[in-house]
């Protein structure tokens, strides 16, 4: 057997067996990044500067989410509300309450007179001014990639709600990331997009449901609500000519 094969030949089994090792080791540590809640943020759930409070103010309360997030229906970006959105009801409401001081702090922050007289540590510079006025620094949550696209507005105004994305906000006390964002379910939404339309007056009430099946009782109602979801999906897909792109260069430019 000498004759027929040369010596390095013995090493091919030591070599398969490393190459299918290390093959394979890069396959469960890719799934395990790219196909886990850790790469996907689900669940994800930092501490915020102030406590706000979903479930009580989007919820209980109501307020629209175009309130605070001022131009999700405008442009690619949804907004983060500043202090004087946050003041427009705490001037009024809860106006001494300790947890909403970084917010005060960034609205009167430009304020020369804001309760009379500004004390020695407000006045760092004793120039008057109080030395305050920065942002309230809010944790981002949801971020896609630098090298995806999406834009709030033209998802929104053909009738795709909040909760398709960011889930049941208005029931959330502490804001959470709820759904993966990954390609795969951002092409399943483009692949069928009658499955998440709604009609506008809807966008924002993410409790929203075709509840075809409250207004005649039948065992099957879950199946009936779908129907009725899809054949309302279908017809705003046909009014709006909704064309939901599935090639690279949807999201990719």
């Known amino acids: 057997m000498r004759n027929l094969f040369p010596r390095w030949a013995n090493t091919i089994p030591v070599k398969l067996i490393i190459a299918l090792g290390l093959t394979g080791g890069a396959v469960i540590a890719g799934i395990t990044y790219y196909a886990t809640p850790k ?9 915020q500067p102030v406590a706000y409070n979903h479930e009580f103010h989007a919820g209980q309360l109501g307020l629209d989410c175009r309130y605070c997030h001022t131009s999700v229906d405008k442009s690619a970006h949804a907004g983060i509300p500043s202090a004087n959105v946050c003041m427009s009801c705490h001037k009024n409401i809860k106006a001494d309450s300790p947890l909403l001081e970084p917010v005060r702090l960034s609205y009167f922050g430009e304020d ?3 309760d009379g007289q500004l004390s020695e540590d407000e006045d760092l510079n004793g120039d008057g001014i109080l030395n305050a006025g920065a942002p309230v620094p809010w944790v981002r949550i949801h971020k896609t990639p630098d090298y995806v696209y999406f834009n709030h507005a033209i998802h929104v105004n053909r009738g795709v709600s909040c909760v398709e994305c960011h889930g049941r906000i208005d029931q959330m006390v502490e804001v959470h990331h709820d ?3 990954s390609m795969s379910f951002c092409l399943e939404c483009h692949r069928k997009p009658e499955d998440a339309l709604r009609p506008m007056g809807e966008v924002t009430n993410l409790a929203w449901v075709a509840n075809h099946s409250l207004q005649r009782p039948d065992p099957k109602a879950e199946d009936l609500d779908r129907i009725h979801a899809e054949a309302i999906g279908l017809a705003i897909k046909d009014k709006w000519n909704v064309n939901a792109g599935v090639s690279c260069t949807t999201c990719h430019r």
Not at 39 to 47: F, S
């Open 112 to 114: 020369t007179n804001k």
């Open 179 to 181: 759904k993966p964002l």
């Open 39 to 47: 790469y996907t943020r689900v669940g994800y759930q930092p501490t």
